[in-house]
């Protein structure tokens, strides 16, 4: 089914309006926790925290980026304290990450500022139309994931 093209551009709009939106609320719930986690912390520490330990071409696959990104990234939050680094015993050329105690209340601390913002943002939906929106964020997200192209390595390089 083909939409029009004023419903196309309205969706857009909203959609880009979103992501701002959620960016700004990252960085304002970053800056209201202690230490600062970075705009790209969030990105790193929840698979640490999902799946456990790992080489950063696990989390740099995970983020779509390249590993020297990701590698400077995990660096800094290595300095923050937010994750821990040990040799991996199957490869001692290479690092596991893992989240730290510190990260994991990061994580936390910037889930409750989420979760409040989400609470107050949210105060005077019915829980039928809340859900119902939820479930077509999940699959517009599935969807884009599914079109977006493949990112160029110029295009990795310049995501630092």
């Given at each position: ?5 004023g ?11 979103l ?38 071409s ?66 005077d939906?019915d ?7 939820g ?26």
């Amino acid at each position: 089914m083909t939409l029009s093209p004023g419903t196309r551009d309205r969706l857009v709009a909203a959609v880009a309006r979103l992501v701002r939106t959620g960016r700004h609320v990252s960085t304002r719930a970053a800056e209201s926790v202690r230490g600062g986690l970075p705009s790209f912390g969030w990105g790193l520490l929840l698979p640490l925290e999902r799946d456990g330990e790992q080489r950063c071409s696990a989390l740099a696959a995970h983020a779509g980026v390249d590993v020297s990104v990701v590698s400077r990234q995990v660096a800094a939050l290595e300095r923050q304290g937010h994750v821990d680094r040990r040799p991996d015993p199957h490869d001692g050329r290479a690092s596991l990450i893992r989240l730290s105690e510190a990260g994991a209340a990061a994580l936390a601390r910037t889930r409750a500022v989420r979760s409040e913002w989400a609470t107050a943002a949210l105060a005077d939906w019915d829980e039928e139309d809340a859900r119902r929106l939820g479930e077509l964020l999940e699959r517009l997200a599935a969807d884009l994931d599914r079109a977006a192209p493949a990112p160029s390595r110029t295009a990795l390089g310049a995501a630092s």
